[in-house]
């Protein structure tokens, strides 16, 4: 375990032309950390990156290619011998412009427009790209079949385990009951998701490129004076179908909202349509990620593998429950799914 007090700052620093005035930490978890750089004329960004050199290299040129094609992505300064970023024991740092503004807020309808644009164009952007040799690009592409069906099952054994306790707790009285419900609805799924739309979806990326963000939310945007969004932590960006981050961003507007709302959701279809048109059918794939319980099984994962050590058990069970509450709301959207869609593809081609 490496701590913040051994972190070569002052190496990686000195390998930029800038003078340092003062050295603040925003974040810090072992492997990745986040400090604001003061010089004399403005702040700078510098990161401590999770990931492997190889991956890094795909991500910058990931962020590179979108950059060229109009998607603000603040920009990276390069050392005193012109390389990208600075590798000390085989961990990587780099200096990022530091953009001021502040986060963007869904329930503000401008913003809320601002931000489904701004994904529709990220995604726009993102056709063409192909990983250069010699990088290790992270690839979702084509697996989600494979990745949902472990998923499920991983914690359909912890509910089988329930079944098999001769008393449970209030989270695993929950689950007795509402998992079976939410197993019903994977399946259906999944078995959407083998279908021709899926397979084709996926192929026509695989021709043309495609990125997505994976974590395209409020929190990793800024709105700068100007009223310009800014992308942020573009580290965990990989290679899949524009769905997958559709799907992320739904569920973190409703979440946010407290249920699903028709309206919220025809809007997002509308916003969305207006920049990177998609057609019926790729809407279909939306609807059955939309369909698998993500955050549901998200929550159960998060408690039966107690991946956050500091959560207690009533804070365990309050995220199951409202989760739960969450994914039960979402029936109308499923129910008018495919008349919305029609509606807002039908009113574009008027």
């Known amino acids: 375990m490496s701590s ?38 403005e702040y700078r960004i510098l990161k401590k990156i999770s990931n492997s050199e190889d991956t890094f290299k795909y991500i910058l040129s990931a962020a590179e290619h979108l950059r060229k094609n109009g998607v603000n992505i603040p920009s990276v ?25 502040k986060s963007p807020s869904y329930s503000l309808p401008e913003d809320f427009k601002a931000i489904v644009k701004e994904l529709a164009k990220f995604h726009a952007a993102s056709a063409g790209f192909s990983p250069l040799e010699g990088t290790k690009p992270k690839i979702h592409l084509g697996k989600w079949v494979e990745q ?23 989270i695993g009285k929950v689950i007795i009951e509402e ?3 939410f197993y019903e609805r994977t399946k259906q799924a999944i078995e959407g998701l083998k279908g021709k739309e899926y397979q084709d979806w996926s192929e026509k990326v695989k021709v043309r490129g495609g990125l997505c963000h994976q974590d395209f939310a409020a929190g990793n945007l ?21 769905a997958r981050d559709i799907r992320k961003l739904l569920n973190k507007i409703m979440k946010k909202n407290g249920s699903w709302n028709l309206e919220i959701f025809r809007k997002f279809v509308r916003f969305y349509q207006s920049e990177n048109p998609l057609d ?28 956050d050590k500091e959560w207690s058990f009533e804070k ?15 029936t109308p959207i499923l129910e008018n799914f495919d008349s919305i869609v029609s509606e807002e593809i039908n009113q574009r081609k008027d």
């Open 4 to 41: 913040i007090n051994n972190e070569p700052l002052f190496d990686v620093l000195s390998q930029y032309d800038i003078k340092v005035v003062s050295i603040r930490n925003e974040t810090y978890k072992d492997k990745k950390g986040v400090w604001w750089i003061q010089t004399p004329d």
């Open 77 to 101: 300064y390069k050392t005193k011998d012109e390389k990208d970023y600075v590798n000390i024991n085989g961990t990587c740092y780099v200096l990022y412009e530091a953009v001021e503004g």
């Open 148 to 170: 949902y069906t472990e998923q499920v099952e991983d914690m359909n054994r912890f509910y089988q385990t329930e079944l098999e306790k001769s008393e449970n707790d209030k």
């Open 179 to 181: 998992f079976p419900a």
């Open 222 to 242: 800024l709105k700068n004076p100007s009223g310009k969004i800014y992308v942020l932590d573009t580290d965990s960006i990989t290679i899949d179908i524009p």
């Open 280 to 307: 019926y059918s790729e809407w279909m794939v939306v609807k059955l990620d939309l369909m698998f319980p993500h955050l549901f099984l998200g929550a159960m994962n998060k408690f039966y593998y107690k991946r």
């Open 316 to 330: 365990y069970l309050k995220r199951i429950t409202e989760m739960v509450a969450l994914e039960k709301t979402i």
